[in-house]
T-cell receptor
Framework: AQSVTQLGSHVSVSEGALVLLRCNYS??????LFWYVQYPNQGLQLLLK??????LVKGINGFEAEFKKSETSFHLTKPSAHMSDAAEYFC?????????????FGEGTQLTVNP | EPEVTQTPSHQVTQMGQEVILRCVPI?????FYWYRQILGQKVEFLVSFYNNEISEKSEIFDDQFSVERPDGSNFTLKIRSTKLEDSAMYFC????????????FGPGTRLTVL
């Protein structure tokens, strides 16, 4: 069984500050890992994904995440927060051996960016 | 840019009533999914659908739930007799093909059961 834990349901940063959103996973097989973002009244949008090709993954809007197998982590970072980054962020894991590839999500982290 | 659409955006129903949530996946996609998010909780997988049949379902997806792709473009989720605990945001998603491809999500339907 797979699971994802996101530490911190709410994170608040100042504009221009580093964004760090934490995600730890549990999987019995090598995982596929994803970060999705949800803006108010919108669906989930893929930010980036880890597919085992490279441990440091770059996504849209300046976000990146690093896969660390030894720590079972896939934390999301952005060097400088922008007001438009305020949203809810979800980490998710998929079992690469299941063709249907259901996503198992974490609880989500609400990011607030203060001016 | 192609997108997944869902209707209605908000559905209010009485307990015990049947509801049908509708989704139009991206046109050339082959895999279809329903997820739900109860307020304040995580997004949960309900069911995946491929080649006109359910490929996987979660323990949440009991006999009260059914899915259908009636006409090659729509993908529906039916809840036969709604319960208060079915109140949630329901997301439809679609994926192009087998393997690690992105699941594209719709904006969701908020279901409120009174």
């Amino acid at each position: 069984a797979q699971s994802v834990t996101q530490l911190g349901s709410h994170v608040s940063v100042s504009e221009g500050a580093l964004v760090l959103l934490r995600c730890n996973y549990s999987s019995s097989v090598p995982p596929y890992l994803f970060w999705y973002v949800q803006y108010p009244n919108q669906g989930l949008q893929l930010l980036l994904k880890y597919t085992s090709a490279a441990t440091l993954v770059k996504g849209i809007n300046g976000f990146e995440a690093e896969f660390k197998k030894s720590e079972t982590s896939f934390h999301l970072t952005k060097p400088s927060a922008h007001m438009s980054d305020a949203a809810e962020y979800f980490c998710a894991v998929s079992d690469k051996e299941t063709s249907g590839s259901r996503l198992t999500f974490g609880e989500g982290t609400q990011l607030t960016v203060n001016p | 840019e192609p997108e997944v659409t869902q209707t209605p955006s908000h559905q209010v129903t009485q307990m015990g009533q049947e509801v049908i949530l509708r989704c139009v996946p991206i046109s050339n996609h082959l895999y279809f999914y329903w997820y739900r998010q109860i307020l304040g909780q995580k997004v949960e997988f309900l069911v995946s659908f491929y080649n006109n049949e359910i490929s996987e379902k979660s323990e949440i997806f009991d006999d009260q739930f059914s899915v259908e792709r009636p006409d090659g473009s729509n993908f529906t989720l039916k809840i036969r007799s709604t319960k208060l605990e079915d109140s949630a945001m329901y997301f439809c998603a679609s994926k192009a093909r087998t393997g690690l491809y992105e699941q594209f999500f719709g904006p969701g339907t908020r279901l409120t059961v009174l």
